[in-house]
T-cell receptor, first 116, second 115 residues
Framework: AQTVTQSQPEMSVQEAETVTLSCTYD???????LFWYKQPPSRQMILVIR??????QNATENRFSVNFQKAAKSFSLKISDSQLGDTAMYFC?????????????FGKGTLLTVNP | NAGVMQNPRHLVRRRGQEARLRCSPM?????VYWYRQLPEEGLKFMVY????????ESGMPKERFSAEFPKEGPSILRIQQVVRGDSAAYFC?????????????FGSGTRLTVV
């Protein structure tokens, strides 16, 4: 079974600076998808960014980008020009791309605080 | 196009009571998934339903928990005889098909507190 590990329970960053959240995962599969979700205090789960394992190019979405290292099974999230609204829990998640690929596996999350 | 709607947003139950959590999927979505988030944990899969069918309930406790998604109306997650350990946030997600490579659309969750 796959596992997702987020080793940083909490992080903080000053507004306008850059921060990187870490995520590692363990799987024997070669085809899968990785996601970062944001959960603000409102509790809504918001999809931030998505990476296809068979693509070497790192995904980017505006101020959010990932560093995907497939061999190392690492999937970190970089937030540039941090804003106060980025304060939230961030969850890394994994899903297989074949078969019964409906189960998302989540890490325990990283609480990010952006300070003014 | 409303997103995934969950109600109630907060639910308080005394030990031994029943909790009913409702989820209305996005329009056009016939696949519903329930996840549970325990304090300081990530979300964990509970059950996957299609209209009138339970496809996979492998993540749901065998006792006291049940789920349904009738032909008409919302999906219901039912917890009988709640205990303190059931206190958690319960999230529903929906998709138009089984393949979820683009990630789910989640509701805002129901926070259940058992007192």
């Amino acid at each position: 079974a796959q596992t997702v590990t987020q080793s940083q329970p909490e992080m903080s960053v000053q507004e306008a600076e850059t921060v990187t959240l870490s995520c590692t995962y363990d799987t024997s599969e070669s085809n899968y998808y990785l996601f970062w979700y944001k959960q603000p205090p409102s509790r809504q789960m918001i999809l931030v960014i998505r990476q296809e394992a068979y693509k070497q190019q790192n995904a980017t979405e505006n101020r959010f980008s990932v560093n995907f290292q497939k061999a190392a099974k690492s999937f970190s999230l970089k937030i540039s020009d941090s804003q106060l609204g980025d304060t939230a829990m961030y969850f890394c998640a994994f899903i297989y791309s074949g078969g019964s690929n409906y189960k998302l596996t989540f890490g325990k999350g990283t609480l990010l605080t952006v300070n003014p | 196009n409303a997103g995934v709607m969950q109600n109630p947003r907060h639910l308080v139950r005394r030990r031994g009571q029943e909790a009913r959590l409702r989820c209305s999927p996005m329009k056009g979505h016939s696949h519903v998934y329930w996840y549970r988030q325990l304090p300081e944990e990530g979300l964990k899969f509970m059950v996957y339903l299609q209209k009138e069918n339970i496809i996979d309930e492998s993540g749901m406790p065998k006792e006291r928990f049940s789920a349904e998604f009738p032909k008409e109306g919302p999906s219901i997650l039912r917890i009988q005889q709640v205990v303190r350990g059931d206190s958690a946030a319960y999230f529903c997600a929906s998709s138009p098909r089984t393949e979820t490579n683009y990630g789910y659309t989640f509701g805002s969750g129901t926070r259940l507190t058992v007192v």
